[in-house]
């Protein structure tokens, strides 16, 4: 489902809640006015609560799906700084600097059938002109 549809979907409910509420007030207010029973009363509130619940939870798993995708379009937006970061580190090492850069830059790589996951580190001390160059690549003594 995409983000703007659960978003509305989300929004939907918001307003499908904020009725029940309403009515729910208006039930109270016609009690005090001696226009409904408490018996009527709890029977309509009892009805509009279980509404509420229902309504609640679609709106908590909506918000949970928005959620997830922000994180993930997050992940995939710092995915691609990363790696052009990497990049443009990557070219102005030599051969043996390159081979042992991949050594720290992959953190863990999984091979499936239908795909390859790479999981990488944060590259900010990779870039040559980093102060922590030493630490993260040991044995580099250049630069």
């Known amino acids: ?4 549809t659960v978003e509305k ?3 939907l409910i918001g307003k499908r809640l904020a009725e029940i509420e309403r009515k729910i007030g ?9 226009k409904l029973s408490v018996g009527r009363l709890e029977l309509e509130i009892g009805v509009l609560e279980k509404d509420r619940e ?3 939870l679609q709106r908590d798993e909506f918000e949970r799906k928005i959620n997830e995708s922000s994180v993930r379009d997050y992940n995939a937006e710092l995915l691609r700084l990363t790696l052009r970061d990497f990049r443009t580190a990557f070219t102005v090492l030599t051969p043996p600097e390159q081979s042992e850069a991949l050594q720290y830059v992959l953190k863990s790589l ?5 795909k390859l996951a790479l999981e990488i580190f944060k590259l900010e001390e990779f870039h ?8 993260w690549l040991p044995g580099l003594e250049s630069n």
């Open 110 to 114: 999984t091979i499936h059938p239908q």
């Open 54 to 56: 229902s309504l609640q």
């Open 1 to 4: 489902m995409k983000t703007r």
């Open 9 to 11: 979907e989300s929004q």
């Open 26 to 34: 208006r039930y109270v207010k016609a009690l005090g006015q001696g």
């Open 128 to 135: 040559p002109s980093s102060q922590n160059r030493k630490e």
